[in-house]
């Protein structure tokens, strides 16, 4: 039983408790400071009495145990002991050191040579998506037909450039596709699938050496240096799978009428690994640029709070998931087949070929098949679902900027940031994707549209990382 002698409460109004309480400050003043949960004052002693938790050993060394939330009257309970000053200092200490190993405190120490690596990272592979789109629009994919892990020096000389022609003769794409295709215009095609691997290449090296010496000065350690290493395993892979890839289309189609392209499936892994990558990189950057939470501007009720963090995270997987369908998209070479918008064809929103029920009756055995059909194979359906999710997206993310708007003058300044980017970075999206639509996929127009896919998927996890770093 904590007897009276050894414990003194006294009660402070606060008017606006929510600025001047940060979170648990165990220590001032020689005093242990908590929130409390009170409902009347005159009740509040034993309330206190009844449900602070102390052990044995805590009592006798006056040590509280356990920290109470705010109330709603605003009242709070500073608790102290006259005895044992020293270890209430003793644990304090301890206690704080605890937060912080529980925070990751190797992001808040990093210096900021780690930080701009890591945000150098995340850039090259930006750029390199980039540069993937291109070389998909620009039908270069399968100039190189071999592949080494630390890649070599282009052609230089004229005989070089004749030798490496006659390799790619040997392959479909040349035979079905471009049979008159000449030496110079080959150079064009191997341009791009030769920037493309030797940029991954040096990604490779931007990530490795950097990391080991950090990880040998021990400028990154603990959860920080785990994270970097699994992200330079991700880049080693991303490279065996981009090869694995491009050997699906140097293969004779299955249909002798067949167009020799890679496939669709591999092409959505490669960019899906690629996104997940970048991902990775980013989320990382900003905990080691924002590794603190941010206090709210002012009060904001906890459930709408809630509502928008779990909504920015919906609404990132519906941003990645509409970037994968346009992978598949890419691969069926789907973008010129249905050149017109709102609709599809004359008429019809829908194409007539995409989940129609007829053909699933007529040519399908099982649903899961004629499902699979229009999600991946078949080009009407492929792209009207990329339709669909992409005006989905732009109605979330209106719907989401109108009802957050009440309470967006209380977030901290970067999630507000954030959120107006998001809207903005929507519109133009969808922009560049009509126009790529109506103009037949010109390649800048194109690639400026995987370009702000990729921008729309950034700004997305930066708002869900700022609201994810908010404290009460």
């Not at 006294?10 to 648990?24: D, E, I, M, T, W």
């Not at 890679?262 to 892994?269: C, I, K, T």
């Not at 690994?273 to 980013?282: C, D, E, I």
Request: charged residues 15%; hydrophobic residues 45%; positive net charge.
């Amino acid at each position: 039983m904590l007897r009276g002698s050894q414990l003194r409460v006294a009660f402070v109004h606060a008017k606006n408790l929510s600025q001047n309480l940060r979170g648990p400050n165990l220590l001032r003043n020689g005093f242990v400071q908590t929130r409390t949960i009170a409902s009347h004052s005159t009740r509040t002693p034993q309330f206190l009495h009844k449900n602070l938790m102390f052990d044995q050993k805590g009592v006798s060394q006056g040590i509280l145990r356990k920290q109470f939330s705010l109330s709603n009257n605003h009242l709070m309970s500073k608790v102290y002991f006259r005895e044992n000053q020293n270890s209430i200092r003793s644990y304090s200490t301890e206690a704080n050191q605890n937060n912080q190993n529980n925070s990751d405190s190797s992001y808040e120490e990093a210096g900021s040579a780690v930080k701009w690596w890591m945000t150098g990272c995340a850039a090259l592979v930006y750029g390199i998506i980039i540069v993937g789109g291109i070389t998909r629009l620009t039908e270069s994919g399968l100039s190189m037909t071999d592949w080494k892990f630390l890649g070599g020096m282009p052609p230089s000389t004229h005989e070089e450039w004749v030798k490496e022609f006659e390799k790619y003769k040997q392959f479909p794409e040349f035979k079905r596709l471009f049979p008159t295709m000449t030496v110079e215009e080959f150079k064009n095609i191997y341009f791009w699938e030769y920037l493309h691997r030797m940029w991954g290449r040096a990604i490779g090296l931007a990530v490795a050496v950097p990391l080991v010496a950090f990880a040998v000065t021990k400028k990154i350690r603990g959860p920080l240096l785990t994270r970097s290493t699994i992200l330079l395993g991700g880049v080693v892979a991303q490279g065996l799978l981009g090869w694995w890839m491009v050997k699906s289309g140097l293969e004779e189609p299955e249909n002798p009428r067949g167009v020799p392209r890679v496939s669709q499936y591999r092409l959505a892994a490669h960019l899906g690994a690629a996104l997940t990558l970048y991902v990775g990189m980013v989320w990382t950057a900003l905990d080691l640029w924002f590794p603190k939470r941010k206090a709210l501007l002012g009060e904001i009720n906890p459930k709408k709070l809630k509502f928008f963090q779990r909504s920015a995270f919906g609404l990132f997987l519906l941003v990645s998931t509409t970037a994968i369908s346009g992978a598949f998209l890419a691969g069926l070479d789907g973008g010129v087949a249905y050149s017109m918008f709102p609709l599809m064809e004359e008429g019809r929103f829908k194409a007539e070929n995409a989940w129609n029920l007829t053909i699933l009756r007529d040519h399908f055995t099982s649903t899961w098949a004629w499902a699979k059909d229009n999600l991946c194979d078949n080009v009407a359906g492929v792209q009207f679902n990329h339709r669909v999710l992409a005006l989905t997206t732009a109605g979330c993310v209106g719907s989401l900027y109108y009802s957050t708007r009440k309470i967006a003058r209380y977030l901290p300044r970067g999630v507000q940031l954030a959120r107006h980017a998001l809207l903005g970075i929507v519109v133009a999206q969808v922009t560049l994707g009509i126009s790529t639509l109506l103009l037949l996929v010109p390649v800048p127009i194109a690639s400026a549209h995987q370009a702000g896919s990729v921008a729309l998927l950034s700004t997305a996890l930066w708002l869900l990382h700022g609201l994810r770093r908010i404290r009460f």
